[in-house]
């Protein structure tokens, strides 16, 4: 009798602490926002277009990684990756101009593509087995929430005794540390005999004449909108317009005294939540369509995020919001990546996905910028947060003409 494949590889274990220390530290830069302005007195759009900056060229960044794992070898892109971010959070440590942080977050950005999920999902994924896949891929995506539970509370934590320029050098040593699980990320070619035979130009002239191709491109703007707007400005947006915490109460009791605590600590809430929600989402993608499911976890962060701004905005709604949200935060992820697995094939996945991902990060950078810059005009949050609302229910609608059927190569 055959042994099934192990869903827990070496592959996937060292896949899964790179990505928790590449989006631990990602993950935290929303709570520098404050600091940084206050010490150069920079208005709030200036460290928001260095973040926008960074998510954008990790956008351009990914399908770069991603032909390079696969021309080069993937160890190659990713130590690689793991230099140029240790080297961007070096030379931002530096910077005392908001132009500076700008293009040294250009590294960072190219980092975190480098060390995040186009190059290690696409590793994990061909190193599965076919019935394991889309749970391989759940677990490595949720070992980047795992990441964010940490990686804010950390950093807001050694603000506490440390500089900020402080935290980005420890920061840029950590990615450093964690290549050390390197020699087990040795995956072998899982890809049909059929796939190696067809060229990239072919495979990515197939996707580019798929019209659901097109449509996942454009769903997951949104994903990137939110996401980058809500790690970016969240902290900030709870530390100025939420209600106080009360003495006594039970958060105070937690040593959550201040808003500024309880933005980081969302930030992490949201990481937590989202380590369920993104291994429900792998395990729903092996037995529902994956396109409905996208399409309800779009939806149902647009009525989240819509229902949070409607009702005062107090200590309680924030971890409520935190939570949901949470669940459905990176559940597009292996959904996605599964989705452009299943319709194109494995050969090619890290370059393929890394091309929606760069839709992705556009959203990322309007969400990151656009909330800098309206906040400066109008004083709030209010008005970028109603965007990302409007664009969640465009990707919930665009999702659903999307064929799941492989198409042959013309």
Request: net charge neutral; aromatic share 10%.
């Amino acid at each position: 009798m055959q042994r099934s494949a192990p869903l827990i590889t070496p592959v996937l274990v060292a896949g899964c602490a790179i990505l928790m220390m590449s989006f631990a530290i990602r993950a935290s830069f929303g709570v520098f926002q404050i600091p940084i302005a206050e010490e150069f007195d920079w208005p709030r759009a200036e460290f928001s277009l260095a973040i926008a900056i960074q998510n954008l060229a990790w956008g351009i960044g990914q399908p770069l990684f991603g032909a390079m794992a696969e021309r080069l070898g993937d160890r190659r892109a990713i130590i690689l990756g793991a230099l140029t971010y240790a080297a961007g959070l070096v030379l931002s440590s530096f910077a005392v101009s908001p132009q500076a942080h700008q293009l040294y977050e250009v590294l960072v950005g190219f980092g975190i593509a480098g060390t995040g999920f186009g190059v290690i999902l696409a590793v994990v994924g061909r190193a599965s087995s076919d019935e394991n896949r889309s749970m391989s891929l759940a677990i490595a995506t949720a070992a980047g929430s795992a990441g964010q539970v940490f990686g804010a509370p950390v950093a807001e934590w050694m603000l506490g005794f440390l500089s900020w320029q402080s935290v980005f050098l420890v920061f840029a040593a950590a990615i450093l540390a964690v290549l050390a699980v390197l020699p087990l990320m040795r995956a072998p070619d899982l890809a049909s005999r059929a796939e190696p035979e067809e060229s990239m130009g072919a495979i990515l002239g197939k996707a580019f004449r798929d019209p659901s191709y097109t449509l996942i491109f454009l769903g997951f703007f949104s994903c990137g909108y939110q996401l980058g707007f809500i790690t970016a400005h969240f902290p900030a947006l709870v530390t100025e317009m939420c209600g106080p915490i009360q003495p006594g109460g039970v958060l105070h009791g937690m040593g959550i005294t201040t808003t500024s605590t309880l933005g980081a600590v969302a930030i992490s809430l949201i990481g937590l939540a989202n380590i369920g929600g993104t291994l429900m989402a792998g395990w729903l993608g092996k037995h529902y369509s994956r396109k409905n499911l996208l399409a309800g976890i779009y939806a149902a962060r647009t009525l989240i995020a819509a229902a949070f701004m409607l009702t005062p905005i107090t200590p309680g709604t924030v971890l409520l919001f935190s939570v949901a949200m949470g669940a459905l935060w990176l559940a597009t992820v292996p959904l996605t990546s599964g989705l452009v697995a299943h319709l194109y094939g494995l050969r090619y996945m890290g370059t393929l996905y890394g091309i929606v991902f760069f839709s992705h990060q556009l959203g990322s950078f309007l969400g990151v910028w656009l909330g800098g810059r309206l906040y400066d005009v109008t004083g709030d949050y209010t008005l970028v947060w109603w965007i990302g609302v409007g664009v969640g229910a465009f990707s919930a609608l665009v999702h659903l003409p999307i064929r799941e059927r492989r198409l042959a190569v013309a």
